[in-house]
């Protein structure tokens, strides 16, 4: 606790308020009589440090929700009573709790703002109720509920505790409260919010791009944190229960209200001006957690060919999302092999994603059906890229290549040309036709040309990806590679690999033992004065 | 005998007729019981001879019937075999005398335990007569004799030299010593000179004494055998004679030569001998005096070490091809582990073993003779001259003075390494953070390991110490770093090489077995002593390097695999630091200079050009991981970078083998010099860099105004390389970058970059991807050609500017070159396999007796099943005609019995028959007396 770093006079005094509060609370308790001592308990909560604070609200939450369920709090309709004077007084005080725990939500202890969220949320509960009940049907209090949310996930100091408490104890657990957290995500992203209209955050003006990174932000974390998903057909945990919601189209129990809510928070959410991180994050998770819960799936089309033809790893990521799309959505995605074939540069072997990458790719040119010239661009492009790769690179290239070769047997003349085949009268020997900048792969003349790459691998220097390479001179009777075992090699595990042996033979010693650090002749020798 | 002509004859007449003519039967000569005295007898055994072979030779004419012919499968022309016709006969009758001598045999001899088994010459033989086997013993024995007496046990048998003086101590035969007859020379009579010298009896004595020589011969015939030895005896009397007259004529000889050799004795020792040497001349001269003592000479004698054989020393010309075939042969195994084959096969097809491994052999041979004191001259340079070098260095260099030791000084602050490790965390593109996953434990542990070893390495070396001190001449062989620091602490750098010369003489491997084990020793401390050594800033002179280079080189032969296993674990333990620091992306990259020293000493010292090593490989994953994944952000980390991308071409010198991050990193790095950090697409070509890595590389970037002071060409220093000691951190923060990277540092590093890609244009130019490889090289030397000399490269050095030049020209040529020379890709070229066919194999002429199955397994198994059918089926009939040997052996036995029971009571009957009519007879006579009287 916050009080323990106080120093024993303060300690001392913040006891004494303790007892006050606790006195103040039971004095409010056992008669109506004394119900002024609320606002002492109020001014307590105010202006008090961090431990009176978080006693006096506790008590507070627990007089206020006695007096919901005395219904002192319920608004009188007949005029000028004296229990209608007593409500409207207690229901001030009340919005004046509300207020002061909707400030703590910003404190900077985690503590007081989990707390508080979980005052609030049993605030909404007791309104919930209350409504429920003068209306007779199901209601929510969406508006307090709004504002709640929108201090979190607007608010920078929402620490990873208070969004973590509100996605496991709330979110997870209580439909409705997912089902509208959904609803207010998608009000608030939406461009015709207006957050003057509440009326409550002046301060908001002053730092609209903040605020917005930040919402996306804490956003983005609560809704990756929500492990539901909206699969189930009939949503019966509620949060605010005392009259359960009837079964119609919009109602929280409708299991398309639900999948309809979360697709809209997500349109709305992608909406927004994501960071460099998000974005990734958002794509990388994007076929498997958000496009199949999708009521239009599609209405995502634009942001992944937005994404696509970013260029880099963006593109990377948002290819399987795209591809979940083309495949399973009908989606129509013209010229898509020309944009697969710009992603090919000279970073690709070296990204992080490229496993993902490259099982993805495998896929895309599965097809018997594609033309040999697109095939035969795409290998002599990874051919490109494996000669100045790292040895991870090569050893993903070279599997990749033997399978396309192995599907394509017309793309064979790329390794073997002899002269005479199809119609060509003799082999140019002069240049290699292949034009390496070209960015359609049907114009760049892949299938004349040789992959001279794949001879050279042959001769490189880490012994494995030499025999790797090899498999080209041999005859083609191996069945295609696993690609799964050649993606997540590295450096790290090359050398592991070949030092985690002891070895049984002494190591073969040079010819010429050594006269000199360097030898005569020797390229250090050039530059370096010893 | 009637020698019937006709030619219906009953097999018996055919034999009795083929006997006769053989004269095999017939009227035979008459022999007088006198002949058979003198010998005809004896003649009658070459008889017996000639008699078998022709009865042998009527057997196997005489019935047709009995020669079975064996049918051939195949005729093979020219192939005799032993089985095309067996007498089936004589088969059987050889296998009968078999048995009668085995089986027959044991069962003579069943119920019998122990025995005496006659192994007298010639008494089971029934074809010798008494006399030839008389003979044949007394050669025999005295065989045996002879060869005893020229063992060295009887030569040196003192009771020999007692026939000298005629006591008669030896054995003799007819009063004469049997030892002295010791060939037979003195048996046969006359006595050839020329038969003397062989030991061969002489001619006449065959033509006498020989088989047919006593039937031939006339009156000599009759000598009768006393005659013959007494002979014998004359003759070796007289020989006896000569050689006590040739004896006394070499002793006479041997005592000149001994007098001889007084004096050359005297010349031999002259020093210290010669005392006694001169008392024992003089005190034999005068006559007076201490007798010349004989005993000392013997005792002298025993000590002396006697010459031993050796072998032939080899010619100049032959040593010289021995050694072109050495090295040869080691060429030859390299080549075939370039190629990745075992060399091995081949090794132990060699007749030496290539375990020693070719440099060990080439000590070896070097090293011929063993080494004794002498040896160490040439490390004993005078005191003078070692004083002489040590002022050089005092002052040439200074090296370190003043500096003592200095422990205990982390040098890696932790602060640095975590707000890298924060930045790392956002450029996550880049592969070293998926590289870097390594688990937490383990890159805790790494620097508690680091930690000593850093402390070790910043050891100073006090060279100060003692440069007028003289070095002892023996040195205890140090087991570890510690032991070896103690021992030349305080010594001068140039002192310590003279002090590993000189355990290398004292602790040589032929000395001792252990010394292997202190050599390999020496040679890991010395392995430590080098990391040590190029830490130092300022740095050591090369020529104490190189010294160690070198002994580290001669003595990594003596155990290889001891010493490669340190190597590797040294690698092991750079990649880890290198990981770490990749990890935290610290600026340092945690590559130490010492590091770089030593894999260049690895990529000597080893056969860098295989195609696996177990240290070369990892070294170059090590190489390529930190040359593509670290960011080069400092002068010290480029000079790495640059002198590791040398290494890289050292090792694939000879394979040239294709190494691409080298390409990329030198590529990247000249780029540098021109290309805006913050545009990418103006870093074209194929090397990838991440934003951090482009804005690192700002450093080398040569700005508009900068000039150079020089206008000659900087060559990077080995202190570039060595880490800012945190000693000097402390002293001067300010100055840690020991180097300012001016202009003249640029165009240095413009300049390295230029010689490297040149040496590498060389290595590849062969390979198939040549142009692929370099054209982006030629874009960027043109754009450097370009952007420099607008402003800039008039301040270049000439010499750089020179090398661009040319690098350019170079390398258009050799692309122009591998665009001509380039022709398609033919991998596919196998050779043609044959279409697999399912039609049924026809036989044109199948035969029963031949396999066709083509199953190789099942055809030997049957071929197997066959012969065991066949073996057992052999047996069978063996052990059935044992039986009925046994069983024919039983009756004829039985039969044998039956017929002297028979005879005996035959015989008893006949006397008992003749005693009845003896007394019937008698009776009968009573009677008739009887009646007579009546």
């Known amino acids: ?530 | 005998m009637g020698n019937g002509k006709g030619t219906k004859q009953s097999a018996l007449k055919k034999l009795r007729s083929a006997l006769s003519t053989a004269g095999l039967t017939g009227p035979t000569s008459h022999v007088t019981k006198k002949d058979k005295k003198r010998g005809i007898a004896k003649a009658g055994s070459s008889k017996t001879l000639e008699r078998r072979q022709k009865l042998r030779a009527i057997q196997k004419t005489l019935n047709p019937f009995e020669m079975q012919v064996n049918r051939k499968h195949l005729d093979v022309l020219g192939l005799k075999r032993k089985d095309e016709a067996v007498n089936v006969a004589v088969a059987r009758q050889r296998a009968v005398e078999k048995r009668k001598s085995t089986i027959g045999e044991e069962r003579k001899n069943k119920h019998r335990t122990g025995g005496v088994v006659d192994r007298r010459i010639g008494e089971n033989d029934p074809t010798m007569d008494p006399e030839e086997k008389m003979l044949k013993r007394f050669t025999a024995e005295r065989q045996k004799r002879s060869s005893m007496s020229s063992s060295s046990a009887a030569l040196y048998n003192l009771e020999d030299g007692g026939d000298v003086e005629g006591e008669i101590t030896s054995l003799t035969h007819y009063g004469q010593s049997i030892g002295d007859m010791d060939d037979f020379n003195d048996f046969g009579g006359d006595d050839d000179e020329e038969d003397a010298g062989t030991g061969a009896l002489g001619g006449a004595d065959v033509s006498t004494a020989h088989f047919g020589g006593f039937e031939t011969g006339g009156p000599d015939r009759k000598r009768s055998k006393a005659e013959v030895m007494q002979e014998i005896i004359a003759k070796s009397k007289m020989h006896k004679q000569e050689r006590q007259l040739i004896k006394e004529q070499d002793e006479d000889i041997r005592r000149e030569l001994d007098d001889d050799f007084e004096s050359v004795r005297a010349m031999l020792f002259d020093d210290d001998n010669s005392k006694p040497m001169q008392s024992a001349a003089t005190g034999s001269g005068d006559g007076d005096g201490a007798p010349p003592s004989y005993d000392t000479y013997v005792r002298e004698l025993v000590y002396e070490q006697r010459a031993r054989p050796q072998d032939r020393l080899k010619t100049e010309m032959e040593a010289a091809r021995e050694e072109k075939d050495r090295l040869e042969r080691a060429e030859r195994h390299r080549q075939r582990r370039m190629e990745g084959l075992p060399s091995d096969s081949e090794m132990d097809s060699d007749s030496d073993d290539e375990g020693q491994s070719a440099s060990g052999k080439a000590y070896k041979t070097k090293n011929k003779r063993k080494p004794v004191a002498d040896d160490l001259g040439d490390d004993f340079a005078p005191a003078g001259d070692n004083d002489d070098a040590d002022d050089n260095i005092m002052e040439t260099g200074g090296l370190g003075l003043g500096l003592t030791a200095e422990a205990s000084e982390e040098e890696e602050d932790e602060e640095d390494e975590e707000d890298d490790e924060e930045e790392s965390g956002s450029g996550s593109d880049s592969e070293a953070d998926s590289d870097s996953e390594i688990d937490s434990d383990q890159g805790e542990s790494v620097p508690d390991d680091a930690a000593p070893a850093n402390q070790a390495l910043r050891r100073r070396i006090n060279s100060s110490a003692s440069q007028s001190e003289d070095l002892p001449f023996t040195f205890e062989a140090p087991g570890n770093y510690d032991a070896w620091v103690e021992l030349v602490g305080s010594y001068s750098l140039e002192q310590q090489l003279t002090v590993v010369a000189r355990l290398r003489a004292l602790y040589h491997i032929r000395l001792s077995p252990q010394n292997k084990q202190k050599l390999s020793d020496l040679c890991l401390v010395l392995t430590e002593h080098l990391a040590v050594l190029t830490e130092q800033d300022p740095p050591v002179p090369a020529p104490v390097i190189d010294g160690i280079v070198k002994h580290i080189g001669e003595l990594a032969a003596v155990d290889p695999e001891r010493f490669g296993e340190h190597c590797r674990q040294a690698i092991i333990d750079c990649h880890k630091r290198v990981q770490q620091a990749l990890k935290a992306g610290s600026v340092e990259g945690g590559l130490r200079a010492s590091d770089v020293a030593l894999m260049r000493l690895f990529a000597s010292v080893f056969s860098s050009s295989d195609r696996f090593h177990t240290v070369i490989t990892p070294m170059l994953i090590l190489i390529c991981q930190y040359l593509s994944q670290h960011t080069f952000a400092t002068l010290r980390g480029i000079s790495c970078g640059l002198v590791l991308t040398g290494i890289v071409h050292e090792t694939i010198r000879l394979s040239r083998r294709f190494v691409p991050e080298a390409l990329n990193f030198l590529f990247a790095t000249l780029a540098a010099t021109v290309c805006h950090s913050a545009d990418p697409a103006d870093w074209d070509g194929q090397y990838p860099l991440s934003r951090r890595q482009r804005e690192a590389y700002r450093l080398l970037h040569i700005g508009i105004a900068e000039k150079c002071k020089s206008k000659k060409a900087l060559p990077m220093r080995w202190a570039w390389l060595i880490s800012p000691a945190p000693s000097s951190e402390d002293a001067s923060t300010a100055t840690t970058p020991a180097v300012v990277v001016t202009a003249d540092v640029k165009y240095g590093v413009l300049g390295a970059c230029l010689m490297l890609c040149r040496r590498f244009i060389d290595s590849y130019f062969q390979m198939p991807a040549f142009i692929e490889c370099f054209e982006p090289l030629q874009r960027l030397l043109a754009k450097i050609a370009e952007r420099l000399p607008k402003f800039r490269l008039q301040h270049a050095p000439v010499e750089v500017v020179e090398l661009l030049e040319t690098t350019r020209v170079y390398l258009t040529e050799q692309l122009e070159q591998a665009r001509a020379s380039r022709v398609p890709l033919k991998l596919q070229s196998h050779k043609p396999l044959a279409i697999g066919s399912f039609a049924p194999k026809f036989e044109s002429a199948y035969s029963l007796d031949v396999h066709y199955d083509p199953d190789r397994s099942r055809n030997e198994i049957t071929k197997l099943r066959r012969q065991v059918n066949k073996e057992r089926r052999g047996a069978v009939r063996e052990l059935r005609r044992d039986a009925q040997f046994v069983a024919g052996e039983r009756l004829k036995e039985m039969r044998e019995k039956d017929r002297s029971y028979a005879d005996k009571m035959k015989k008893a009957w006949s006397v008992l028959e003749a005693d009845q009519s003896e007394m019937k007879k008698l009776d009968k006579a009573r009677i008739k007396e009887r009646k007579a009287k009546v």
């Open chain 1, 1 to 530: 606790m916050a009080s323990k770093r106080k120093h024993s006079s303060t300690k001392e005094e913040s006891k004494a308020v303790v007892d006050r509060i606790i006195l103040l609370e039971n004095n409010v308790v056992s008669s109506q009589q004394n119900l002024n001592d609320v606002v002492d308990i109020l001014s307590i909560a105010k202006s008090g440090n961090v431990e009176t604070m978080f006693v006096a609200t506790n008590s507070l939450g627990r007089i206020f929700a006695g007096l919901w369920k005395q219904g002192l709090l319920k608004r009188n309709k007949d005029g000028k009573t004296a229990a209608s004077t007593v409500s409207d007084w207690l229901r001030g005080n009340y919005n004046e709790y509300i207020g002061i725990l909707k400030t703590q939500l910003k404190h900077s202890e985690a503590a007081i703002q989990v707390a508080a969220l979980k005052l609030l949320m049993q605030a909404v509960v007791h309104e919930g109720e209350n409504a429920s009940k003068s209306s007779g049907s199901y209601e929510f209090p969406n508006s307090l509920y709004l504002s709640i949310l929108e201090l979190i996930l607007d608010g920078s100091e929402a620490s990873d505790h208070l969004l973590r408490t509100l996605a496991d104890s709330y979110l997870n657990l209580y439909d409705d409260l997912r089902y509208y957290f959904y609803r207010d995500v998608a009000k608030i992203a939406s461009p015709d919010y207006d957050p003057f209209k509440s009326g409550k955050s002046g301060a908001r003006t002053k730092s609209l791009v903040e605020e917005a990174e930040s919402f996306v932000r804490n956003t983005f974390a609560v809704m990756g944190m929500i492990k539901v998903v909206p699969t189930a057909k009939e949503y019966t945990a509620f949060w605010v229960n005392a009259i359960p919601p009837t079964g119609d189209e919009s109602s929280v129990s409708n299991a398309a209200a639900h999948r309809k809510a979360f697709s809209e928070a997500w349109v709305a959410f992608l909406r927004q001006p994501l960071t460099a991180e998000i974005y990734k994050q958002v794509l990388l998770s994007m076929h498997r957690r958000i496009i199949p819960h999708m009521v239009d799936a599609t209405g995502l089309m634009d942001f992944l060919s937005t994404a696509y033809d970013a260029g880099g790893s963006i593109s990377l990521l948002a290819l399987n999302g795209l591809f979940t799309l083309i495949d399973q959505y009908n989606l129509n995605y013209p010229q898509f092999y020309e944009k697969l074939y710009a992603l090919f540069d000279r970073n690709l072997l070296h990204v992080k994603y490229r496993a993902r990458f490259f099982r993805l790719f495998e896929l895309f040119l599965g097809s018997s059906h594609l033309p040999a010239y697109l095939v035969a661009a795409f290998i002599k492009r990874i051919a490109r890229l494996a000669i100045s790769a790292t040895p991870s690179g090569a050893v993903t290239a070279i599997p990749v290549i033997y399978n396309l070769l192995k599907a394509h047997p017309s793309c064979m003349v790329l390794i073997h040309r002899m002269p005479g085949y199809e119609g060509e009268e003799s082999v140019d020997a002069e240049s290699d036709p292949y034009l390496a900048d070209e960015a359609d792969p049907a114009k760049c003349n892949a299938l004349s040309s040789s992959l001279w790459e794949l001879e050279t691998l042959q001769h490189h220097y880490y012994p494995n990806i030499a025999t790797l390479a090899n498999i080209f001179s041999e005859p083609f009777h191996k069945p295609k590679f696993q690609l799964e075992d050649f993606l997540d090699h590295t450096y790290t595990t090359f050398f592991d690999g070949d030092t985690a042996r002891t070895p049984k033979k002494a190591p073969a010693l040079a010819v010429q033992p050594p006269t000199a650090l360097l030898r005569t002749g020797d390229a250090i020798s050039d530059f370096l004065v010893l």
